[in-house]
């Protein structure tokens, strides 16, 4: 990735750990998330799959 036009990216990476027994939140926000929802045919407001995509994503990043 340093090589690309998002090496700027590991500029905001930390080394932090991250404390047992605690929630973490992760807000993954993308660019034309609409027209994925609408390509997937994800109900709105909280399709079920769809949730399960998002939180099966937030436990890889955490991975």
């Not at 047992?20 to 609408?38: A, L, T």
């Amino acid at each position: 990735m340093a090589n690309s036009k998002f090496g700027y990216v590991r500029e905001f990476e930390t080394h932090d750990i991250i404390l047992p027994q605690c929630y973490i939140v992760v807000r993954v926000d993308g660019k034309n998330f609409h027209e994925f929802s609408k390509f997937y045919e994800f109900a709105k407001p909280n399709d079920a799959s769809a949730l399960k995509l998002m939180n099966a994503c937030a436990k890889n990043l955490g991975a």
